[in-house]
């Protein structure tokens, strides 16, 4: 689908809610797609990408950077903690943060460096076992934990369960955004991200529905 249709449609599920026009950031998910589509959608003028892992975007991203300007990059998916050094160096936002250590190394390296990216608590807001995320129940607790490290804590961000309506989860993840204080709220994906713009969300993360099906994960 062209980007200016995804474009259109986040605005109008924005209006429909009576949200003001320019509230979402849509964030073109690159994860595994051939650098000919993701350099398609940079001559288009749009800047803010996705990835899911630091070594991919590591791979990818520094050569874009250098023949264009204002690339904003958010990291999407799981961080294991040898490798926050190198996502804090690549990364304008990291959507993952989803365990007490990672906050302790993240705290450290902010410290050293005197600037962080962008942070969004992931919550597994279905409690699915094989998800990252802190649990619902544990989630003020953690809020406040990373907040009391001075970490920049912009918003929440989720993956609902594939087999379950996400708009249950989407509501869930804006009731405990609320009561936190937190403005910034990353879900839905290309196949729910009207129904999360309607919910409240102010970062949809759309890969497919942009660029196409992704290569296989043995090829990538
Ligand atoms: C891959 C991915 C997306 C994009 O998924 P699509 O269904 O291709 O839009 C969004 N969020 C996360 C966390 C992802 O890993």
Redesign the pocket.
């Known amino acids: 689908m062209p980007l200016t249709e995804i474009q259109t449609r986040i605005d109008t599920a924005a209006e429909r809610a009576g949200r003001a026009p320019g509230a979402v950031t849509l964030i073109a998910?690159s994860?595994r797609q051939p650098d000919d589509r993701v350099q398609a959608v940079l001559e288009q003028g749009h800047r803010v990408f996705g990835e899911?892992q630091v070594q991919e975007a590591a791979r990818k991203w520094p050569g874009f950077r250098d023949r264009f300007d204002g690339v904003q990059l958010h990291l999407?998916?799981p961080l294991q903690t040898n490798k926050t050094r190198q996502a804090m160096d690549l990364f304008d936002a990291i959507h993952a943060l989803d365990r007490p250590k990672l906050a302790a190394t993240l705290a450290r390296l902010a410290q050293d460096r005197g600037i962080c990216p962008d942070l969004f608590i992931q919550v597994n807001t279905g409690e699915e076992p094989q998800k990252a995320g802190i649990l619902p129940g544990d989630a003020d607790a953690f809020i406040a934990e990373a907040r009391a490290l001075d970490l920049p804590v912009r918003g929440l961000m989720c993956?609902p369960p594939v087999d379950e309506e996400p708009s249950l989860h989407f509501a869930l993840l804006a009731r405990i955004a609320e009561r936190n204080g937190l403005t910034g709220l990353s879900m839905g994906?290309?196949?729910d991200f009207e129904t999360a713009v309607a919910l409240g969300a102010t970062h949809v993360?759309?890969?497919?529905?942009i660029f196409g099906e992704r290569i296989s994960k043995d090829r990538a």
């Open positions: 998910v994860k899911n999407i998916g993956i994906m290309s196949g993360r759309v890969g497919s529905a």
